[in-house]
């Protein structure tokens, strides 16, 4: 049955009893127009009022209420809005349902209409009237709950104007306006507007899905208005959380296959890196299939339009000839394996066609089938031979460390001795294998030299410069060995010092001879210096003689021997110099400048003035006046006088 203004039905209820008997109520129940009290005894209207009163606990609570009932093998909906707070008077609406969507099953027992009352409640749903005279909001409990009002006292009305600028939210009022607008421009009863509004509900912003419906008369009259409100802030909220776990879930996916990306090109650059290839062996074939990586391995040609496809016997013939019971050995092994979760790992070496010798890590899986035979056998190849070399080279520098007399070691941070070669387990009386935790710098060390070492480790560890120097360590029987040590700081990935290693050489047979030579130079120095007291004496006295001799003697002979006399005492005289400035010349600090010659050859010339011939010795300098010579100036000076 269509729904229209024709069947729908406009009743009042006062204290239980129908109030009037309007013409469609009459029509519909083909009795009389307006004959009360035939309709009272009515089936219907009957059903009608006991209606009301088994939803006057909901309609008392809520100010509205709704149940369906059956007349006629007829659906209908009856809505209930109590006109008062005693629900003494109420408004009712009959309207038919169509029978194809509400069956008769469906109004089988009071408990049906009542779950779906409580349903609607638990919904957040409410419903309101409009007043056709002034579009005035006439309000129930359940209403005023949801858009967050007290119920008023004195009046069940809210004015639409109120409801519009304290209520709704300012940025929806007028989608509001424009929908109830809507509304009436249609001017049909079976006309309904929907729309998402919010509202400003206790200082908090409330989403409320809406809908509003107005019945008209034949005149185009409005006769009945009346909307619906469901809260659906959670369902707002939900899916705006849906959307931003949508968005972030997106992002995710973008960053994680970037990162996939990245690390798929990071996976074969490693591999590339590691020398890391593929092969298989098929049974069937007796070949080998193998990856690009494995075939430029064996030093073979890869085959840039199809697999590597290797007989069996090609690849025997590359293997090291005293490594081929190694590959088969491991062939037997996995032969005899039944399990698909075998693997097994080996090295041996190929020589290439070029005949040059690589050596090779090898992993083996099997694959079996239903019934356990070898199908395949598969794994890797990675090319060790840098690692092997590396390993020998330091096999070769490991053994260079425990052989030398020089003593090796290192340290940690704190001090703590975590490594000593032969040598040095040797000097400290420690057995040669065994762990050195107990042993520290400290202990090897005598008070002064540890305080060194201290000053020394706290510079390494803000310049992490090498140091050298020399230093003393103390044997466990309390004897002090010199020694000139060398101290390297080792760096982690983040560049702090996180080991020190030194090596320390005995220095005690140079010490004996450097003790040795100081003796000797001072012997040395007090010899000269009293040979050349005893001798400047007797020398000073020849000379004086002579010059008495030359003006004394006339004689040419005599004068002749004493001249040749006079030569051979200043030859002694620049020897006694000569061994006295050889003393000084020892004792000079190299303390480098730029040197004046022009300075110093003045001093050396004038230091032949006393030589009775100075006056006739001609003297030629050559200096270039662009020489920058830097050295020790004092033992330039002594040279340039000897």
């Known amino acids: 049955m269509p729904i229209t203004v024709a069947n729908i039905v406009l009743l009042q209820i006062e204290?239980?009893?129908?109030?009037?008997?309007?013409?469609?109520?009459?029509?519909?129940?083909?009795?009389?127009?307006?004959?009360?009290?035939?309709?009272?005894?009515?089936?219907?209207?009957?059903?009608?009022?006991?209606?009301?009163?088994?939803?006057?606990?909901?309609?008392?609570?809520?100010?509205h209420a709704q149940q369906y009932i059956r007349w006629k093998e007829k659906s209908y909906q009856l809505n209930m809005l109590a006109l008062d707070y005693d629900g003494s008077h109420l408004r009712l609406v009959l309207k038919p349902l169509p029978e194809s969507i509400y069956p008769s099953s469906f109004f089988e027992g009071e408990d049906s209409v009542n779950n779906l009352i409580d349903a609607l409640s638990m919904a957040k749903l409410a419903t309101y009237e409009l007043d056709p005279a002034n579009l005035d909001i006439i309000v129930n409990p359940g209403f005023c709950a949801l858009i967050g009002i007290?119920?008023?006292?004195?009046?069940?009305?809210?004015?639409?104007?109120?409801?519009?600028?304290?209520?709704?939210?300012?940025?929806?009022?007028?989608?509001?306006?424009?929908?109830?607008?809507?509304?009436?421009?249609?001017?049909?009863?079976?006309?309904?507007?929907?729309?998402?509004?919010?509202?400003?509900?206790?200082?908090?912003?409330?989403?409320?899905?809406?809908?509003?419906?107005?019945?008209?008369?034949?005149?185009?009259?409005?006769?009945?208005?009346?909307?619906?409100?469901?809260?659906?802030?959670?369902?707002?909220?939900?899916?705006?959380?849906?959307?931003?776990?949508?968005?972030?879930?997106?992002q995710l996916i973008q960053e994680r296959t970037e990162a996939l990306r990245k690390s798929q090109a990071s996976l074969s650059d490693a591999i590339k890196l590691a020398n890391l290839g593929s092969w298989e062996f098929d049974f069937q074939s007796q070949c080998f299939y193998l990856g690009n990586q494995v075939v430029r391995m064996m030093g073979l040609q890869v085959q840039p339009n199809g697999p590597n496809v290797v007989p069996l016997k090609t690849l025997l013939g590359l293997i090291h000839p005293e490594d081929a019971s190694i590959y088969r050995e491991a062939g037997r092994r996995a032969l005899e394996t039944d399990s698909p979760r075998y693997v097994d790992y080996s090295q041996f070496r190929i020589v290439r066609p070029n005949g040059e010798i690589r050596h090779l890590l090898i992993s083996l899986k099997v694959a079996l089938d239903a019934n356990g035979k070898h199908t395949k056998h598969y794994g890797t190849a990675q090319d060790i031979t840098a690692l092997k070399q590396m390993e020998e080279e330091k096999s070769r520098l490991n053994a260079i460390i425990e052989a030398t007399p020089d003593v090796v070691g290192i340290s940690n941070v704190k001090g703590e001795i975590v490594y000593l070669n032969h040598s040095g387990r040797r000097l400290f009386k420690l057995p040669t294998e065994g762990s050195l935790r107990h042993l520290t710098i400290q202990a090897i060390h005598p008070w002064l030299s540890y305080r060194k070492?201290?000053?020394?480790?706290?510079?390494?560890?803000?310049?992490?410069?090498?140091?050298?120097?020399?230093?003393?360590?103390?044997?466990?029987?309390?004897?002090?060995?010199?020694?000139?040590?060398?101290?390297?700081?080792?760096?982690?990935?983040?560049?702090?010092?996180?080991?020190?290693?030194?090596?320390?050489?005995?220095?005690?047979?140079?010490?004996?001879?450097?003790?040795?030579?100081?003796?000797?130079?001072?012997?040395?120095?007090?010899?000269?210096?009293?040979?050349?007291?005893?001798?400047?004496?007797?020398?000073?006295?020849?000379?004086?003689?002579?010059?008495?001799?030359?003006?004394?003697?006339?004689?040419?002979?005599?004068i002749k021997y004493m001249d040749m006399y006079y030569d051979q005492v200043q030859r002694l005289n620049k020897i006694v110099i000569s061994l006295s400035n050889l003393t000084h010349l020892k004792n000079f600090s190299n303390e480098g400048q730029v040197v004046n010659f022009e300075e110093i050859i003045e001093e050396s010339i004038a230091s032949f003035s006393y030589l009775p011939e100075f006056s006739i010795m001609q003297f030629e300098k050559d200096i270039s006046p662009s020489l920058q010579y830097v050295a020790d100036a004092g033992v330039v000076r002594t040279i340039s006088k000897t």
């Not at 009515?42 to 209606?51: D, T």
């Not at 619906?228 to 939900?238: G, N, R, Y």
């Not at 044997?475 to 290693?501: A, C, M, N």
């Open 15 to 63: 204290d239980g009893k129908l109030a009037g008997c309007p013409p469609p109520l009459a029509e519909l129940l083909a009795i009389p127009s307006e004959n009360l009290d035939l309709a009272r005894k009515h089936s219907l209207v009957q059903r009608i009022e006991g209606a009301c009163q088994s939803s006057k606990e909901h309609l008392l609570r809520e100010g």
């Open 150 to 250: 007290e119920m008023p006292e004195h009046s069940n009305r809210l004015p639409g104007a109120v409801y519009v600028r304290d209520i709704i939210h300012p940025e929806d009022k007028q989608l509001f306006k424009d929908a109830l607008q809507k509304t009436i421009d249609a001017k049909d009863s079976t006309f309904q507007t929907y729309l998402e509004y919010r509202i400003v509900k206790e200082g908090e912003v409330v989403y409320l899905l809406g809908s509003i419906r107005m019945f008209w008369d034949e005149d185009k009259q409005l006769i009945k208005a009346y909307g619906t409100a469901q809260d659906i802030t959670q369902k707002k909220v939900a899916e705006k959380e849906l959307q931003e776990y949508k968005q972030n879930l997106e």
């Open 453 to 558: 070492m201290i000053v020394v480790i706290s510079k390494m560890l803000k310049d992490k410069e090498i140091w050298s120097g020399e230093n003393t360590i103390q044997t466990p029987d309390g004897r002090l060995i010199p020694v000139s040590q060398v101290v390297l700081p080792h760096l982690d990935s983040s560049g702090q010092v996180e080991y020190f290693s030194t090596v320390l050489r005995d220095m005690s047979g140079q010490k004996a001879i450097e003790n040795d030579l100081l003796t000797k130079n001072l012997q040395l120095d007090t010899f000269v210096y009293r040979a050349s007291h005893d001798l400047r004496g007797p020398i000073a006295s020849l000379l004086g003689l002579h010059s008495v001799a030359r003006y004394e003697i006339e004689d040419e002979l005599a």
